[in-house]
């Protein structure tokens, strides 16, 4: 029997290998599952590794039926779960300094409950909560995505 993707969870550690855009579906179950409680996703990983992708599909695992898209001009995009609740998706490569995350009001929205989702944390790392999920993700190389989330 071959194994599609491999999970490991380990003091809060969670270890994904993702041969397929196919097997994101399972990865984000997993992410979700590994920290029920955590609202605040940080992602780190090179420009096309995989990040605004990941995202998509764990917007749809929480019930997002809008289309999503990278915020990279708007910073941020809103999306609304079947329910109701809202997803906030972050973009930070393009903003300069801190001042302007200040004046989108980041912090509003990372101490909403609300789950955000944030790529290129790097520039905003200051204005992070200490509570965050730390998410890497990697480009092997045959492909292969190695997602680590702590």
Known sequence: MQINCIFARFFDVMKSIVHSEAELHRAAQELLSAFPAARVF???GEMGA????FIKVLCQTLGVEDVT????????????????E??????FYRIESLAEA???GVEDY????????IEWTEKIEPLVQPEFVKVSISVQENGDRWIIAE
């Open 110 to 117: 990372l101490y909403s409950g609300s789950y955000c989702f």
């Open 102 to 104: 200040y004046e989108i």
């Open 42 to 44: 940080c992602f780190y």
């Open 69 to 84: 898209s990278s915020p990279t001009f708007a910073i941020v995009n809103e999306y609304l779960t079947e329910t109701g």
């Open 50 to 53: 995989g990040k605004t992708t």
């Open 86 to 91: 809202s997803i906030y998706h972050f973009d």
